[in-house]
């Protein structure tokens, strides 16, 4: 069992950086993918950003490549999400999930075992 605890959202003006963190509890956390996923209101959850149990591989949907980098730290059970050049269209809630998925099912949020509360990210104009 894993648990996941989102922290590190909040209002940034457009431009700005956020820094997501996600704790985990459980003895298996390195033994996970991690991921990022967000949902806008109004707006179905999406994909954010994912890494590999080990930190050796991550992936981005494509509005966040290059502003965005996940990472994570095996002997913190924490995963982060740096958030760089915030644009107002990064305005939702952002959810941190673990799980094992296939390569090409690791952009399916219903394929991971586990999911946060939620942090919301809010970016002005």
């Known amino acids: 069992q894993v648990q996941l605890v989102e922290s590190g959202g909040g209002l940034v003006q457009a431009g700005g950086s956020l820094r997501l963190s996600c704790a985990a509890s459980g003895r298996t956390f390195s033994s996970y993918a991690m991921g990022w996923f967000r949902q806008a209101p109004g707006k179905e959850r999406e994909f954010v950003a994912g890494?590999?149990?080990?930190?050796?591989?991550?992936y981005y949907e494509d509005s966040v490549k290059g502003r965005f980098t996940i990472s994570r730290d095996n002997a913190k059970d924490t995963v982060y999400l740096q958030m760089n050049s915030l644009i107002p269209e990064d305005t939702a809630v952002y959810y941190c999930v673990a799980g094992r998925p296939a390569a090409e099912q690791r952009r399916i949020y219903g394929v991971y075992s586990y999911w946060g509360q939620g942090t919301q990210v809010t970016v002005s104009s």
């Open positions: 890494i590999n149990w080990s930190g050796t591989n991550s």
